[in-house]
T-cell receptor
Framework: GAVVSQHPSRVICKSGTSVKIECRSL??????MFWYRQFPKQSLMLMAT?????????EQGVEKDKFLINHASLTLSTLTVTSAHPEDSSFYIC?????????????FGPGTRLLVL | GEDVEQSLFLSVREGDSSVINCTYT??????LYWYKQEPGAGLQLLTY?????DMKQDQRLTVLLNKKDKHLSLRIADTQTGDSAIYFC???????????FGTGTQLKVEL
């Protein structure tokens, strides 16, 4: 099946720094990728839809200047958490949809655990 | 708005069948999914069903859809300890639209 990777898998940073998380589709092209956030023992909440070559679409309540998304190629989307604070600590998961097929299936990355001290 | 609900916890004995239930409110849902999440990991797609289907079977997994009642279930036959995880149902309208996830059900398989 299709594989999506994320890097890093885990990151610890100081408050006020910025952190970049990469999401890659390894064996397929994805014009659309999705970024989710998951708090402990909770469900996934969609943060934004990343569109290759255009601006991301953010869900209501998600600050676009805080969570910068760049989808520069058909296999890579990045999420940058700017000026991170402890409340940004969470599990961030991306997903991607194979653009070449009509399949609706989203394939998920393994997630990135962010801890802001 | 969309709302997807699941019971929070299910405990079964190894070898028994597990049934995880999900209800949703958006009648325009086109695709309904079941995902599995193990501790500290991403989501693994288990199976999905198109809204014009009533049932789909894939090895130990059986998905039942009651579109009238907006009820989806996942049955796992011969449940094993390796099936212990959190199971999420999700729905989308298709066309590359976003997924809306349920609250997740923690399945615990006891020996």
């Amino acid at each position: 099946g299709a594989v999506v990777s994320q890097h890093p898998s885990r990151v610890i940073c100081k408050s006020g720094t910025s952190v970049k998380i990469e999401c890659r589709s390894l064996d397929f092209q994805a014009t659309t990728m999705f970024w989710y956030r998951q708090f402990p023992k909770q469900s996934l909440m969609l943060m934004a839809t990343s569109n290759e070559g255009s601006k991301a679409t953010y869900e209501q309540g998600v600050e676009k200047d805080k969570f910068l998304i760049n989808h520069a190629s058909l296999t890579l989307s990045t999420l940058t958490v700017t000026s991170a604070h402890p409340e940004d600590s969470s599990f961030y998961i991306c997903s991607a949809r194979d653009s070449r097929t009509y399949q609706e299936t989203q394939y998920f990355g393994p997630g990135t655990r962010l801890l802001v001290l | 708005g969309e709302d997807v609900e699941q019971s929070l916890f299910l405990s079964v004995r190894e070898g028994d069948s597990s049934v995880i239930n999900c209800t949703y409110t958006d009648s325009s849902s086109t695709y309904l999914y079941w995902y599995k999440q193990e501790p500290g990991a991403g989501l693994q797609l288990l199976t999905y069903i198109f809204s014009n289907m009533d049932m789909k079977q894939d090895q130990r997994l059986t998905v039942l859809l009651n579109k009238k009642d907006k009820h989806l279930s996942l049955r796992i036959a011969d449940t094993q300890t390796g099936d212990s995880a959190i199971y999420f149902c999700a729905e989308s309208m298709g066309g590359g639209n976003k997924l809306t996830f349920g609250t997740g059900t923690q399945l615990k398989v006891e020996l």
